[in-house]
């Protein structure tokens, strides 16, 4: 069951001046990514040869001083793993693939829409899969080009053209560490440096972790190669235009991350003024959904005047949730990541702020809890329009069906959660507040139109889509 949309990854890449920090820098780095991806973890550094741990599990279970002491070089990369199909320790990253142009690993955070359609073609030319991965598909295509004597940025700048879809990878080759960013740059990437050495990362908060500084987005169709001194940019292609997923800013990437230029906090406390501008509402306490509803209620709150407390408590100790076998243990699930905090909702009126609805199921309950313990009204206001459609580009929202907004009408979805009232941001809204253009964003999954073609195979996901027909934005 699944209540919030899930990141599929996040990616590190480091040159460091000192071998025997790098892997610890990458597993800071990638426990400050974390929220990105809690599946498996793992680290590839290349001294001599390429040499990799991973695993299932946090970013904490998987290492430890021991193992982190095996991985000396002064170059890596790191993954965090969030799948959308089984959870495997063969599906962990980085892969490391040996082919005839050498050992390369790669992480990637994303999804090849025309991977199948590659796969064939690297099977017709005879190259021999392990896991029959995307990652293995483009370290062949790679392999290929670089086999008739090109360097591995040359080799990549003909390889860029053939890949749909979203991509922000990191690469180890050669002993050189690179990072790529799609065309449409629609997955995060940025570049900084700290002492002793630079970094390429989903998130500028892995940076921040090393006391390191943000140099710059990673621009679309770049490949950064990250060198002693510092980093060399090849623009691959020129970017048609930009398509940054505007989820990222409302809930994936972490509060206090800077993306493409813009403050995610910021535009999340903008986004409950707006709430409040949008529909205004008589009440008595603001709260959010912990912790994903927390500065769009501060930003409600400003705007309003209605004061902001914490009318539910979040377990931090419970990560994942269980499908319990009946109803009765589900509901008390919900109370068990989070519960009312009597004293603040009691006889109140209350405004109930998060950044989405998904399925609805567990906002229900939550409103269910609420008005048990006394709450007088329940007004709930959502940072993210509604959802309608999947996601194609590597965001775990994969059939249509899961969406309450795709089935009814806000009204009827008031009155299925049981509030008083209930009001979305609008399409305008997000973008305004973003402060990008339209045409510069992904709102694929709150439009139906993408910005890259999905071709046909992709339904291998989606069995209960074969009506969907597939627009281009
Ligand atoms: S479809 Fe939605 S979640 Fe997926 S990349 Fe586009 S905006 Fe992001």
């Not at 790098?22 to 680290?43: C, M, N, V």
């Not at 892969?95 to 690297?122: C, D, F, P, Q």
């Not at 293995?136 to 860029?160: C, H, N, P, R």
């Not at 109140?348 to 709450?375: N, P």
Request: hydrophobic share 35%; aromatic share 6%.
């Amino acid at each position: 069951m699944m209540e919030k949309p899930k990141e599929q990854c996040a990616v590190v890449g480091i040159h460091s001046s000192s071998p025997s920090r790098t892997s610890s820098h990458i597993y800071y780095a990638l426990r400050a990514l974390q929220h990105r991806g809690q599946e498996s973890a793992g680290i590839a550094i290349q001294a001599r040869k390429i040499k990799c741990i991973k695993d299932l599990g946090l970013v904490g279970e998987v290492f430890h001083e021991s193992n982190l002491k095996k991985l000396r070089g002064k170059i890596g990369i790191g993954h965090n793993y969030y799948s959308i199909k089984l959870s495997k320790p063969e599906n962990a990253q980085p892969h490391v693939i040996e082919t005839a142009s050498g050992r390369m690993a790669l992480g990637h955070n994303g999804i090849i829409t025309n991977s199948g359609a590659l796969k064939r073609r690297m099977d017709r030319k005879g190259h021999e899969y392990n896991l029959g991965s995307e990652e293995e598909t483009i370290a062949f295509m790679l392999s290929d080009e670089m086999a008739y004597g090109l360097s591995f940025a040359e080799a990549m700048k003909q390889v860029v053209p053939e890949l749909k879809g979203s991509y922000a990878m990191t690469f180890l080759h050669d002993g050189k560490v690179y990072g790529l960013r799609d065309p449409h740059a629609i997955k995060p990437l940025c570049i900084g440096k700290f002492d002793g050495g630079h970094i390429i990362a989903s998130e500028n908060v892995a940076i921040d972790v090393l006391d390191g500084e943000l140099i710059r987005d990673v621009r679309p169709g770049e490949l950064v190669e990250l060198t002693n001194d510092g980093f060399k940019s090849h623009q691959l292609v020129e970017g048609k235009r930009k398509a940054h997923c505007f989820f990222e800013y409302l809930y994936f990437a972490r509060g206090d991350a800077v993306l493409d230029g813009k403050w995610v906090y910021q535009i999340r406390r903008r986004i409950g003024a707006l709430l409040h501008e949008l529909y205004p509402v008589k009440a008595d306490v603001v709260t959010p959904v912990p912790d994903s509803g927390r500065t769009y209620a501060l930003g409600f709150s400003e705007a309003s005047g209605i004061p902001l407390a914490e009318g539910l408590m979040k377990n931090r100790y419970i990560a994942r949730t269980f499908i319990m076998p009946d109803q009765r243990s589900r509901t008390v699930s919900v109370r068990e990541k989070v519960n009312p905090v009597v004293p603040v909702v009691k006889g109140k009126r209350v405004v109930l702020v998060d950044d989405s609805i998904v399925r609805g199921t567990t906002m229900r309950r939550i409103i269910t809890v609420m008005r048990h313990v006394g709450a007088t009204e329940v007004h709930v206001r959502i940072g993210c329009p509604p959802i309608i459609a999947p996601c194609y580009l590597g965001i775990d929202m994969t059939t249509r069906d899961q969406f309450v907004a795709n089935q009814k009408t806000v009204e009827d979805i008031c009155k299925d959660l049981g509030a008083d009232s209930l009001g979305y941001n609008t399409i305008e809204g997000v973008v305004e507040t973003i402060g990008q253009r339209r045409n510069e964003l992904c709102l694929g999954c709150i439009t139906g139109r993408y910005p890259v073609r999905i071709p046909k195979e992709m339904h291998r996901f989606q069995k209960k889509l074969l009506d969907f027909h597939f627009k281009e934005d």
